[in-house]
């Protein structure tokens, strides 16, 4: 399929989706629409594949989002089409798999953690710095209180620490850990079990995983979204932080 900023493909059993926007794989509203369309035309009215792997080309997994594109009106809209990936990711019916070689922050961060399994390479990097900017990651909100621990979740979403991919894996965010240049085999290996599969088995095994009693996270990045618009992505600070960001200089914080 003719991507710019990523590639998409379907073979032997496993769909591969490759961030292709290096060094860093920084999510625009035109790489993310390249997403959405992916799931929507190329997965989706697919039945020949047993696993999604979502890797990347450049020396990050992915360092987030567009932090320019996060001002004002256009903000907004990138948090609709941002929060569209999560979605379709929530209905994938099969298992997603993360290939993750250098940093994942932020957004990226954010993609890895809506994966089932993790495969991270030994120097691997893990963070949600938001709260440095002056604003949260929603999507981190209400995933990290599913998969972590209460005080792990509060500790990266108040810190807006990096973790490497040990703590990582104690965390609970990362799956498994190999040495660099080992991360793309070891997803290899990973899928090969899932394929010998049955297709059905797979898909009915993690609905019947996520359909537990009250766990829609539909439902719940709506509440925490609207939180995040309504009170804190117009508020002064949060412009500030992200200005800051763009300007590289001290924070100079209104603390209202």
Same mark, same amino acid.
């Given at each position: 399929?003719?991507?710019?900023?990523?590639? +998409?493909?379907?073979?032997?059993?496993?769909?591969?989706?490759?961030?292709?926007?290096?060094?860093?794989?920084?999510?625009?509203?035109?790489?993310?629409?390249?997403? %959405? $369309?992916?799931?929507?035309?190329? *997965?989706?009215?697919?039945? $020949?594949?047993? /696993? #999604?792997?979502?890797? /990347?080309?450049?020396?990050?997994?992915?360092?987030?989002?567009?932090?320019?594109?996060?001002?004002?009106?256009?903000?907004?809209?990138?948090?609709?089409? +941002?929060?569209?990936?999560?979605?379709?990711?929530?209905?994938?019916?099969?298992?997603?798999?993360?290939?993750?070689?250098?940093?994942?922050?932020?957004?990226?961060?954010?993609?890895?953690?809506?994966?089932?399994?993790?495969?991270?390479?030994? %120097?691997?990097?893990?963070?949600?710095?938001?709260?440095?900017?002056?604003?949260?990651?929603?999507?981190?909100?209400?995933?990290?209180?599913?998969?972590?621990?209460?005080?792990?979740?509060?500790?990266?979403?108040?810190?807006?620490?990096?973790?490497?991919?040990? @703590? /990582?894996?104690?965390?609970?965010?990362?799956?498994?850990?190999?040495?660099?240049?080992?991360? $793309?085999?070891?997803?290899?290996? *990973?899928?090969?079990?899932?394929?010998?599969?049955?297709?059905?088995?797979?898909?009915?095994?993690?609905?019947?995983?996520?359909?537990?009693?009250?766990?829609?996270?539909?439902? $719940?990045?709506? /509440?925490? @979204?609207?939180?995040?618009?309504?009170? #804190?992505?117009?508020?002064?600070?949060?412009?500030?932080? #992200?200005?800051?960001?763009?300007?590289?200089?001290?924070?100079?914080?209104?603390?209202?």
């Amino acid at each position: 399929m003719g991507y710019e900023s990523i590639d +998409f493909g379907i073979a032997g059993g496993v769909a591969t989706l490759t961030l292709r926007r290096p060094p860093l794989n920084v999510f625009n509203i035109a790489m993310m629409g390249e997403i %959405t $369309d992916a799931f929507s035309n190329g *997965l989706a009215p697919r039945n $020949d594949w047993k /696993a #999604l792997v979502i890797r /990347a080309e450049g020396k990050a997994f992915s360092a987030g989002v567009d932090v320019g594109e996060h001002l004002g009106d256009t903000g907004r809209r990138m948090i609709d089409v +941002f929060h569209r990936i999560f979605r379709m990711l929530n209905d994938v019916p099969l298992p997603i798999v993360a290939a993750v070689e250098g940093a994942a922050l932020g957004g990226g961060c954010e993609l890895v953690s809506m994966c089932d399994f993790v495969v991270a390479s030994r %120097t691997a990097t893990f963070g949600q710095p938001e709260i440095k900017l002056g604003v949260f990651p929603p999507v981190a909100a209400v995933v990290f209180r599913r998969k972590l621990a209460a005080n792990d979740a509060l500790d990266l979403l108040l810190t807006g620490r990096t973790v490497d991919a040990v @703590e /990582a894996q104690r965390m609970g965010i990362v799956t498994r850990i190999v040495e660099p240049g080992k991360v $793309d085999a070891e997803c290899a290996t *990973l899928c090969a079990e899932f394929c010998k599969l049955s297709r059905a088995a797979l898909r009915a095994t993690k609905q019947a995983y996520r359909s537990r009693e009250g766990d829609d996270f539909g439902f $719940d990045l709506r /509440a925490v @979204e609207k939180r995040y618009l309504r009170h #804190l992505f117009s508020s002064p600070d949060a412009e500030e932080g #992200l200005k800051i960001f763009l300007e590289k200089r001290p924070p100079r914080w209104r603390d209202e």
